[in-house]
């Protein structure tokens, strides 16, 4: 594909690849930045950081025009801003199962911040075992003339599924897809190893913060 295959106007400005990564960019660098701001006021109150490392991505431009005709699009600009909703994603790995939820309360706290969705699938698990939290947002981003509204998916995780998640990913992508029936089955039985760990990690952490206070 080449960029050219993008073309159009959103309505907002946004005409062209350079312009778009521009923007997605800088809406990830803000929720990047009030991500590590609220981290570091956790650690201030509670002596603790519950998050262990940030990941950002913006999405190919072959990777979006190959969603967006999968989903019957044009390829254009304006139908890219209006149908996919992770051209700009950040993943925020955790400790522990009890501090996602407690990184997404934050998060949709934050003023400037509008949650559009949310998809739950540490309660809820796809049936290939992957487990994560999903937020689409939208954030301002404030240029020189105007105030662009952009839409970044959040995934917030433990290290153990997003151990889980990548290599799952690497097998999807070495298959095609469509990988045998036996490595699917064996991917389950890790997803279901994945979440007894976080469990069991997350119950020793519990028993430890507990003797800690007892002192």
């Known amino acids: ?90 993943r925020i790995i955790c400790s522990f199962t009890s501090d996602i939820y407690q990184i997404a309360d934050m998060i949709a706290e934050q003023r400037d911040i509008k949650v559009i969705a949310v998809k739950d699938y540490i309660t809820f698990p796809k049936a290939s075992g992957y487990k994560s939290y999903h937020m689409i947002v939208t954030v301002p981003v404030y ?18 599924m997003d151990f889980w998640a990548s290599l799952e990913h690497k097998i999807h992508y070495k298959f095609e ?3 045998p029936e036996h490595v699917k089955n064996e991917l389950v039985e890790c997803a279901k190893l994945v979440s007894d760990l976080d469990a069991r990690m997350l119950s020793l952490n519990d028993e430890i913060l507990a003797i800690s206070n007892k002192r």
């Open 143 to 160: 240029l020189s003339d105007r105030t662009v509204d952009t839409t970044v998916e959040i995934q917030i995780r433990t290290v153990a």
């Open 1 to 90: 594909m080449e960029l050219k295959d993008l073309n159009g106007d959103n309505g907002e400005g946004v005409d062209s690849w350079k312009e778009v990564t521009l923007i997605y960019s800088a809406a990830l660098r803000q929720i990047e930045t009030k991500v590590e701001i609220l981290n570091s006021e956790f650690q201030h109150v509670h002596q603790y950081n519950p998050i262990e490392h940030i990941k950002t991505r913006i999405k190919t431009p072959e990777s979006i025009v190959k969603k967006l005709k999968r989903n019957g699009y044009e390829s254009t600009i304006d139908n890219m801003v209006k149908y996919i909703n992770d051209i700009a994603g950040i």
């Open 177 to 179: 897809g469509a990988a």
